[in-house]
Structures are given as C-alpha cells and as structure tokens.
C-alpha cells in the first residue's frame, strides 16, 4: 500500500535556526513528489516537485531533496513568516492521485 | 479572483440535514478532486473527475456524492450529514497530466460543522 509518513509532527525553532523536515514514502513507481506550505484556514500552496532520486530545487530559504525513499525540505536562517504546516504528497502509479502526508506544524520564534 | 473558488467558507448545519459544498475554478484543468483534512489525519480524497462524464470514488466516499456540472464545476453533497463529518473540506484541480510541475491548485477551503 502506498503510503507517506512526515516527521517530526511539531517543529519549533527560532528565527535563524537552520532545520530540516522529513518525509519518507512507500509507493509503487513513483512520478512525483510534492511540497505544499499550508497557512492556517486556508488551502495549501505549491512549494516543489521532484522527480527523480538526486534532485534539488530551492526557492528563498527552502531547499527540497529526494533520495529513493525519503525527500527533506531544508529550512536556512528561518523567519517567523516561514511559520506554516508543510505538507508531502506522493503520485504514484498509473492515477495519477495525490496522496499526502500528514503534514508538519512549523513555529519560527522571533 | 481565486483560481479555484469554494462556497461556502463556513458552514453549520444540523444532524441529517442535506448539504452542497460548491466548487468552481478558471485555470481551465479537466481533473477536479474533493479532499477532507482532519487533524492528525491529513488530506483524505472524496473524490475526483477526470472530465464531465468520468467520476471516481477515492478512498473515504462513503456517505457524500458530487456532481460535475460543467468542466469547470464540481459540487460535493451529502445527503444527511452526520457530526463525524465535521472537517475543513477542499476543492482542487489540476491539468490532464495529473499534476504537471505546479501540483494541484486548491481552493481555500469549506469549514463545515455539523450538531
């Protein structure tokens, strides 16, 4: 069964505390991995897509990664703006569904 | 105006009460999905339509149905809501690929409370 799994739950750094999120995944022929930011009461945002095992992108203080069984989502020097759940989602096989994890609480104290 | 719109934001509504969660976009995507987020338990999928005439259960259906109006409309009911059903719900879409580079674009979401 496919499945993604993200940890820690909770994440509290302070502002400039460089950390990183994990989600490790299950599935069967992967096309994709997905990183959304989510704000509270709204819907979550499109941060990355990875493809393939290797793979890097980075945007402002987040950079993602992927290995064969795990991505990371790299915070450098935080900000309190960077507070947010994040979430992973996998598509995988010929459906082309998302399946999302259940995602990362992150507070940035100033 | 947002790319994919959902009404209503808030909602309550009584036990057995019949109830339509409304969905419309203008990115022009052919494939529509209707999540659950429930806390500690992630983004849960409905159900989704890859075009007008092709509707598909997800993994949690039980006790909602939709109903894609048009290609760019997409509406989940349920028919006698209970309180286990009380969730922020979210409308997404994306192009015929399935999710291309940008994922899924998402609606900002339907705070439902069923008493």
């Known amino acids: 069964e496919d499945q993604v799994t993200q940890s820690p739950e909770a994440l509290r750094l302070q502002e400039g505390e460089s950390s990183s999120l994990n989600c490790s995944y299950t599935v069967s022929g992967l096309r994709g991995l997905f990183w959304y930011r989510q704000d509270p009461g709204k819907g979550p945002e499109f941060l990355f897509t990875?493809?393939?095992a290797g793979e890097e992108k980075e945007k402002e203080r987040l950079k993602a990664t992927l290995t064969k069984k795990e991505s990371f989502l790299h915070i450098t020097a935080p900000k309190p703006e960077d507070s947010a759940t994040y979430l992973c989602?996998?598509?995988?096989?010929?459906?082309?569904?998302?399946?999302f994890g259940t995602g990362t609480l992150l507070a940035v104290q100033p | 105006d947002a790319d994919v719109t959902q009404t209503p934001r808030n909602r309550i509504t009584k036990t057995g009460k019949r109830i339509m969660l409304e969905c419309s976009q203008t990115?022009?995507?052919?494939?529509m999905y209707w999540y659950r987020q429930d806390p500690g338990l992630g983004l849960r999928l409905i159900y989704y339509s890859f075009d007008v005439k092709d509707i598909n259960k997800g993994e949690i259906s039980d006790g909602y149905s939709v109903s894609r109006q048009a290609q760019a409309k997409f509406s989940l009911s349920l028919e006698s809501a209970i309180p286990n059903q009380t969730a922020l719900y979210f409308c997404?879409?994306?192009?015929?690929?399935?999710?291309?580079?940008?994922?899924?674009?998402f609606g900002s979401g339907t705070r439902l409370t069923v008493v």
């Open positions: 990115k022009g995507h052919d494939r």
């Open positions: 989602a996998v598509q995988a096989g010929a459906t082309n569904k998302l399946i």
């Open positions: 990875l493809y393939s």
């Open positions: 997404a879409t994306s192009d015929t690929t399935g999710t291309g580079d940008y994922g899924y674009t």
